[in-house]
């Protein structure tokens, strides 16, 4: 296939599927000849591969994912228009979560907001001892933590959300976000090498094994508490416009007339560096 935004090949079983809009920081795009939607339809190729065992993925650049591109996406006007965006997204959540061979992510440099919500539907999370995760659109008045609230449980989505945070490598380890950590320098042969060995594995059980424990998580609730949690997405992104900068300014209005660094000014009103202590 003739990709745009991602490199993929096939080598010693595993399908690896790289992230290669460095210049946007492989912040997610959404619908038809977006990086997103090349990605699942990378998944997807692989998943059918039968000269493939497993999928690695990670990316180009300083960073796995900047979170969600919404250049050139019209503003959604209404809750029906916001509706159909977050059906968007969980669609494409879902093809993601839906690849029947086991699927390894290595996260490097930062990892934000809807770069979450897809680490979320990965099978095993590797990342890199000095990368960075938040969901700082929390601090404009957007929504982005339903996928998360499964791995890293209420507590913890609740202060990613609630503060938008950055948190390091170390801290998504302990809660859960991430399975570990690794030397930023070995991050990608380290786990290059899970993805070899789990290629190795009986093909056929590593698919059941798989499917086993995902239907387990969906039946612990996974699967109709996110369902539930994009219905409040809904209608948090309608009412995201409404939020106000300290200064009292709308934080829609800032970022149309001045863009996106005048928004993060803005946004630093709030608060600057970390509550937690190291």
Known sequence: MDWQHIIYN????????????????NALG????????ELVDALELADRDDEVGSILVSAAGRAFCAGGDLVGV???????????????LAAANARVRAIHKPIVAAVHGMCMGSGL???????????????RFGLVEGRIGHPGATEIVPIVGPAWAKFLMLTGEII??????????????????????????LARRLARMPREATVLNKAT????????GRKVGTAIGRAHDVAT???SRMAKSPD????????RMDGMDALKQARDQQFKGSWLRP
């Open 248 to 255: 009292g300014r709308l934080f829609d209005d800032i970022l």
């Open 10 to 25: 096939v080598g010693d079983g595993v399908a690896h599927i790289v992230l290669n809009r460095p210049e946007k920081l």
């Open 168 to 193: 390091s490598a170390a801290r998504a380890e302990k809660i859960g976000l991430v399975l570990t950590t690794e030397p930023a320098d070995e991050l990608l042969e380290r786990c290059a090498e």
């Open 213 to 220: 424990i995902n239907d387990v998580a969906d039946a612990m």
């Open 30 to 37: 959404i619908g038809p000849g977006s990086n997103r939607q």
């Open 74 to 88: 019209a503003p959604a006007e209404n809750a029906f228009e916001h509706s159909l965006f977050i059906e968007q």
């Open 237 to 239: 992104r309608e009412m």
């Open 117 to 131: 919500g897809l680490l979320a539907q990965f099978d095993f999370v590797i990342a890199a001892d000095d990368c």
